[in-house]
């Protein structure tokens, strides 16, 4: 056996070892020092016997003594020139591959630290966050001297900031709120990389290194040098401390659980993770909210440290400037100090977040500091202290500023103090991608969104500034999932009573806690009618409009219904949605206004169109509208669509097919002889050329022609169908008619394929849920799926063997999935019996899951 083979077999036990120790679970910072003490140790072993003239320097997490189980050993060779050391580094390279110790390298010479300081922030930062190995001491003594000394006074302040652009690219990539529900632990906000990136800008300013070479990790010796600097007091310590070890722990078992590098915590590995960490099957949430509350300290301390390096940087205002704001607080251009040092009230902090809401300002680190401890020592004493709600009522009457400072309250872990409601909000959420962010973190997004219409000339932003009472509506918003963590379902009735409660106790009077109430009770109304509901049918909106006591209601929900949506998810707020939502608002608001119905609004659009498209003047046009069924067929096609319709009618075509580009979709047009199984065929044959449909209107003459319409688009781009595909589309769409194409044939062809796809993309629980409603004329069937081309096919193609015929169909995507609605009947004209419900249920369950 050779000395490598010898030396890998020695290290991959030890290794092992380390992954098998209940240390990992029950210390993973002592198992992170150890575990690179390991490879420190056999590098050494292995090249330490040979003549070894460079340098050999650890970088990275092995530099810090931050080595997860499946981290990157990245190791640096500093030389004075690279012929010299080819040779050995290759040597060296090779002995330590072979022996089982996987490294990554880069090789430095000395006329790098300029370069790189100049071209290429992410390599220059590997340069003093070094370890020493093996090598020339003393030339590595001389690196980090002229490292230190190119770093001149301009330097430093170009470099951090530098390092400001570089965390604000981060977190536009992995997500700024330290409550994403699917963190990068190691790059989302709250992330290790928070906590570094502090580390290098202190290195920076104070020109040191922090990699020591004693048995700890580069960031307690961060934190101890802050706290032997009384930067930070002992209590803020250990909390940083905790928090730090929370996260490395949750980065060390994921390795563990996926058996490679991995540091996305998808909602696959949560629940993996915190048994391995002791939590029981039925708690394992409580493992992401211990998280999320870890990660919460560490990106507030990385905030707090930033802006104490950029007020060192900063120009400095005359104290001439200051201004008292009160005996307490002063300000002085756009920072708050206190005047004191003595810990604050609960009222004190809230007048002081007041001030910061009023004037856009920032806390002084003396400031923030004190809050935070008060803030530690009010949650220490119970019961709270009582307190008047004056200020925090007042700020939400602000014009500007309420969400970005709420969101800093929420930070400061001080709103569940104001609102101990809010409090189970905090950590809470819903496993599954239709939600981004936790649901405290979602609330307040909503509101930022809410407020930055301010900013912007749309049809909901003149809606927004015209509101006299914005403060009603931004309580609606804090408190509309405020019943989640009681029940998901149902948390609009829960949450309206818990509104109530807390309402009442703010001071606020009845009737505007019935206002709140009703928009905190029907949050998901507008929503759910919109994206589901046929927006032409009299019945459905006579259902919407009756909620409503006010024109006013109608406003603020509206207003509401756009900030729950779109603070949810960057994938769910779409054009399409936003242009849903406003129709049917458009049409409340008319019918309100008028005090007519539904059937009265329909009527009296539809006459104004036909007045208006001049539709009587062609005698085979008046002919046709008499023979459809439906009254909105002329709200979905152009006076020059229906006109053609009826030149393909007349000349007796079989089968007619038209594409025409909107604003959102491609849609496409099927003129033909109604059959049973029509629309599943016509479902099959989109399906087969990768298109997704998003909804299907069917309008039926009384001569038995049909003319179905489907909004369609590419289902792997998402983007609406290339031209150049039209002929290919319109080929299958008349062979389906004419009953040419083998659907089912095609369709098992392609569907191996597609289950690949989503066998790679999804290790989400696979959710389907069944509901019916009953509607004056139809049964409407909601069927919710994971998201799958040919779903629509394979729904209507059961429905249709079970003698259904449907009317309307619209699809809404919830990024988790897709909720098709279905307007149906049976093929003897009746609505479905209740009885027969759970028959149709299980039918289409089945052919769903046979789908995925």
Known sequence: MSERTNYKEQFLNERNKFFENKELYDDSYKFCVKYSLLVEEFIIKLIKPKDFG??????????????????????????????DYESEIQHCITTLWDSGIEVSHTIREFSDIEKFLNEDLHSF??????????????????????LFSAITKSNKEKLIFQYFDDVEARYKKYGRSP?????????????????????????IKNQKLLSYQDETTQTEVFLRELLQTNVINRKAYKRLFESYKTVLRARNLLHIVEGRKNDRL??????????????????WQEFMHNYFYASTILNRFSKTMMKRYKQEFSSQISDFLTIDLDDDFEIKGNIISFKNNNFLSISEIMRAFYYRCYYDAIFNLNLRAIIIESIHLIEEAQPLEATSSVFFREMLKLPSNVGKTLLAINEFGFLDILLPEFKSLIGFFQPGVYHSYTADEHTLIALQNLENLSFEDTHLAKIYKSLISKDILYLAVLLHDIGKPISVAGHEIIG???????????????????????????????AQIAFRRDLNDPATLDNFISIFPSVKALDYLYLLSYADLSAVNPKVWTQWKADLLRELYSKARAMLEAQISGEEFISAKSDKLLNENDFTDDESVVEHLDQVDDASYIFQFSQEEISQHVKEIEKGSKVSVFFNDNDSFTNIAVITKDTASLLANLCGALAINDLDIHDAKIFTRNDGIVIDSFNVLNFRTHKKVDEKKYKAVEKSIVKAVLNELNIEKEFKKVTSKWKRLFNKTSNLQQKIEINFEEHNKYTIIDV???DRIGLLYTLTHKMSELGLTVAFAKISTKVDGVLDAFYILKNNGEKLRKSEYDFISSELTDEINKLL
């Open 54 to 83: 460079c340098v050999l320097a650890a970088v990275g997490s092995f530099s810090r003594r931050e080595l997860s189980p499946y981290s990157d050993i990245d190791l640096m060779f500093i030389i004075p020139k690279l012929a």
């Open 125 to 146: 930062t590997q340069f003093f966050e070094t370890r020493f190995l093996l090598g020339n001491k003393i030339s590595y003594d001389r690196w980090n001297t002229e």
């Open 179 to 203: 409550k994403v529900l699917e963190p990068n632990l190691k790059f989302t906000g709250g992330g290790l990389r928070d906590i570094h990136a502090v580390e290098w800008m202190y290195s």
């Open 266 to 283: 998808e909602f696959a590995q949560q629940k993996e993770v915190a048994v391995k960490l002791g939590y029981s099957e039925s708690d």
């Open 496 to 526: 309206a009573e818990i509104a109530n409660t807390v309402m009442q106790s703010l001071g606020y009077g009845q009737s505007e806690i019935s206002f709140v109430q009703f928009l905190v009770r029907y949050h998901l109304e507008m």
């Open 784 to 786: 919710f799926a994971p």
